[in-house]
């Protein structure tokens, strides 16, 4: 009896944890998305500094370099979280 009461606890307390896990995953993405939308629009002006001549091309193509390394990693991670949470929809769901 006390047993199922612990069990059903632990159960409840798991699913909580899941349920909380998933709302931080989806923040993250979230967030990481935006900052991917930043960097876009710091690349546009990063364009028209070089086109105007406020920066040096060299300036530029080492910038735009690390903006697009960024862009890439985000959008890897973005990936990944996303699979962690279809993954663990589709367990709920089973």
């Known amino acids: 009896m006390f047993e ?8 409840e307390k798991a699913n909580a944890e899941h ?19 930043n960097l876009d629009e ?11 001549g406020i920066i040096s091309n060299e300036r530029f193509d080492m910038m735009s370099s690390d903006y697009e390394t ?12 996303q699979k ?3 993954m663990g929809e589709q367990e709920h769901t089973t």
Request: proline share 0%; aromatic share 8%.
């Open 19 to 37: 349920i909380e896990a998933f709302k931080k995953t989806k923040k993250d993405i979230v967030n990481l998305q935006a900052r991917c939308d």
């Open 70 to 81: 960024e862009q890439k990693n985000i959008k890897a991670e973005i990936a990944r979280l």
């Open 42 to 52: 710091l690349f546009k002006r990063l364009y028209e500094d070089m086109v105007s």
């Open 4 to 11: 199922d009461a612990f069990v059903r606890k632990e159960i």
């Open 84 to 86: 962690l949470i279809d």
